[in-house]
């Protein structure tokens, strides 16, 4: 088990990265739909096209990761020759000219989509290989999720300090550009420096062809990502709408930055207790209750209207104590699936299992952006943040929030309530691969 001095410098990315992708899925749609007269319609259907081309880059990179060959080691040195990419397209992208359009949201759109994939790919498979026990992971994927949170709670605070109501001037994206443009390269430094390349135990090399046969006959890899994939279908509707829902259907938009705020500090709380529950229970018993626990929290929040702003916190502290099991426990199982595939096929290919962890969560997202915002159009949403809104597209937004990931998280519980990959198996996997015990 790594020392919790090394899990805390292993962590310190997660918090710029975290930075990057919560106002990427979050913030940006609304903001370039509010200050650039973008339709929302177009807007999701330029995020679903950003993930078609994650269709290529997610496997190259995955596959690159593995294959990157160098004396400092191939996660760790891949991961710092990304940097500079991510940071100027997140630099880009969230400080946008005043002229900026659909083309320009596209363009570093796509270029931050590369370059967080790059960055992200090896970070998560040094991850995985870094520690190897079933419960040694649980803990370190504590730690990157909980810095992950840290660096969601400024990408709330900033922007909203800063003001999102303008493109002009130094506002509330231009905050995050310029903390990602520093940060992330010193973070990322600095974790280069300091955490050691783990120990590669693959004994063969596959082609890429041969790579990707005994990823699709991995079954419980199939079975956790087809969970995943739902969940985080599941959790990106609500968190699309977020805004939407906290501005127009509660009517307080003052308390958008607050109320957010209040639901990332929740899942800060909710990763110990994730932690305790996968010890007693085992991970996927632990992640399946959590997602039953929103389930019945969201069949509630629908029926919530204008004012209504006690009853929508403690939705939001509620379901951020869920967000943190499900933050820290997919990953953690995820580590497991790519032991089960190491011992039968003889190469240990983190990244490229990663890839495909890194494609289901940003189609989940897309998908959740080119169903619901073409939803919210025709039933007569205006994406203009000052535009008055009708009663049936206040109520199609309700419900697209609260009930829509209701069913798609039940199916996910079902894969996964009896999943094969418990503690035993693992052992007996970690056994095979001559893996040191926790």
Same mark, same amino acid.
């Given at each position: 088990?790594?020392?919790?001095?090394?899990?805390?410098?292993?962590?310190?990315?997660?918090?710029?990265?975290?930075?990057?992708?919560?106002?990427?899925y979050?913030? &940006?749609?609304?903001?370039?739909?509010?200050?650039?007269?973008?339709?929302?319609?177009?807007?999701?259907?330029?995020?679903?096209?950003?993930?078609?081309?994650?269709a290529?880059?997610?496997?190259?990179? *995955?596959?690159?990761?593995?294959?990157?060959?160098?004396?400092?080691?191939?996660?760790?040195?891949?991961?710092?020759?990304?940097?500079?990419? %991510?940071?100027?397209?997140?630099?880009?992208?969230?400080w946008?000219?005043?002229?900026?359009?659909?083309?320009?949201?596209?363009?570093?759109g796509?270029?931050?989509?590369?370059g967080?994939?790059?960055?992200?790919?090896p970070?998560?498979?040094? *991850?995985?290989?870094?520690?190897?026990?079933?419960?040694?992971?649980?803990?370190?994927?504590a730690?990157r999720?909980?810095?992950?949170?840290?660096?969601?709670?400024l990408?709330?605070?900033?922007?909203?300090?800063?003001?999102l109501? $303008?493109?002009?001037?130094?506002?509330?994206?231009?905050?995050?550009?310029?903390?990602?443009a520093?940060?992330?390269?010193?973070a990322?430094?600095?974790? &280069?420096?300091? &955490?050691?390349?783990?120990?590669?135990?693959?004994?063969?090399?596959?082609?890429?062809?041969?790579?990707?046969?005994?990823?699709a006959?991995?079954?419980?890899?199939?079975?956790?990502a087809?969970?995943?994939?739902?969940?985080s279908?599941?959790?990106?509707?609500?968190?699309s709408?977020?805004?939407?829902?906290? *501005?127009?259907?509660?009517?307080?938009?003052?308390?958008?930055?607050?109320?957010l705020?209040?639901?990332?500090?929740?899942?800060?709380?909710g990763?110990?207790?994730?932690?305790?529950?996968?010890?007693?229970? *085992?991970?996927?018993?632990?992640w399946?209750?959590?997602?039953?626990?929103?389930?019945?929290?969201?069949?509630?929040?629908?029926?919530?209207?204008?004012?209504?702003?006690?009853?929508?916190?403690?939705?939001?502290v509620s379901t951020?104590l869920l967000?943190?099991f499900?933050l820290?426990?997919?990953?953690?199982?995820?580590?497991?699936?790519?032991?089960?595939? %190491?011992?039968?096929?003889?190469?240990?290919?983190?990244?490229?299992?990663?890839?495909?962890?890194?494609?289901?969560?940003?189609?989940?997202?897309?998908?959740?952006?080119?169903?619901?915002?073409p939803?919210?159009d025709?039933?007569?949403?205006?994406?203009?943040?000052?535009? $008055?809104?009708?009663?049936?597209?206040?109520?199609?937004?309700?419900?697209?929030?609260?009930?829509?990931?209701?069913?798609?998280?039940?199916?996910?519980?079902?894969?996964m309530?009896?999943f094969?990959?418990?503690?035993?198996?693992?052992?007996?996997?970690?056994h095979?691969?001559d893996?040191?015990q926790?």
């Open positions: 088990m790594p020392a919790k001095r090394l899990l805390a410098l292993y962590a310190l990315p997660a918090v710029p990265l975290a930075a990057i992708a919560l106002p990427f979050i913030v &940006v749609p609304t903001f370039y739909a509010g200050n650039f007269g973008i339709s929302l319609a177009a807007i999701g259907a330029v995020l679903l096209a950003i993930r078609l081309v994650d290529v880059t997610d496997p190259l990179f *995955g596959w690159l990761s593995d294959r990157f060959a160098h004396r400092h080691g191939r996660r760790r040195i891949f991961f710092a020759l990304s940097l500079p990419l %991510t940071a100027l397209a997140a630099f880009m992208l969230f946008p000219p005043q002229d900026a359009g659909l083309a320009y949201l596209g363009l570093w796509t270029a931050l989509s590369i967080a994939t790059w960055t992200l790919l970070y998560t498979a040094w *991850g995985a290989e870094l520690a190897t026990g079933y419960q040694a992971r649980v803990r370190l994927s730690f999720e909980g810095a992950t949170l840290i660096g969601s709670l990408a709330i605070s900033l922007p909203f300090i800063g003001g109501d $303008t493109a002009q001037g130094f506002h509330g994206l231009a905050w995050i550009a310029v903390f990602i520093i940060v992330l390269p010193l990322g430094l600095t974790t &280069v420096a300091m &955490v050691p390349e783990p120990t590669d135990v693959s004994r063969r090399r596959l082609s890429l062809r041969e790579s990707l046969k005994h990823l006959g991995n079954r419980p890899f199939l079975r956790l087809a969970a995943f994939l739902l969940n279908f599941a959790n990106a509707v609500p968190a709408l977020f805004i939407y829902f906290v *501005g127009e259907r509660l009517g307080v938009p003052a308390l958008q930055g607050p109320l705020f209040a639901y990332f500090l929740s899942a800060i709380a990763i110990p207790l994730a932690v305790w529950c996968a010890a007693r229970l *085992g991970k996927h018993r632990a399946s209750l959590a997602m039953l626990a929103a389930c019945l929290i969201f069949s509630a929040a629908g029926f919530l209207g204008e004012g209504d702003v006690i009853l929508f916190t403690v939705v939001c951020g967000l943190g499900d820290t426990l997919p990953p953690a199982i995820q580590a497991d699936v790519i032991d089960n595939d %190491t011992a039968r096929s003889g190469e240990q290919r983190s990244g490229l299992y990663f890839a495909a962890w890194s494609f289901i969560t940003k189609l989940a997202v897309a998908l959740s952006a080119g169903v619901v915002f939803l919210l025709l039933a007569g949403f205006v994406g203009d943040l000052n535009a $008055t809104q009708t009663g049936p597209a206040l109520s199609v937004l309700g419900g697209l929030y609260a009930w829509l990931p209701i069913m798609p998280k039940l199916a996910a519980i079902a894969i309530w009896r094969s990959l418990d503690e035993a198996e693992h052992r007996r996997l970690r095979t691969l893996l040191p926790p």
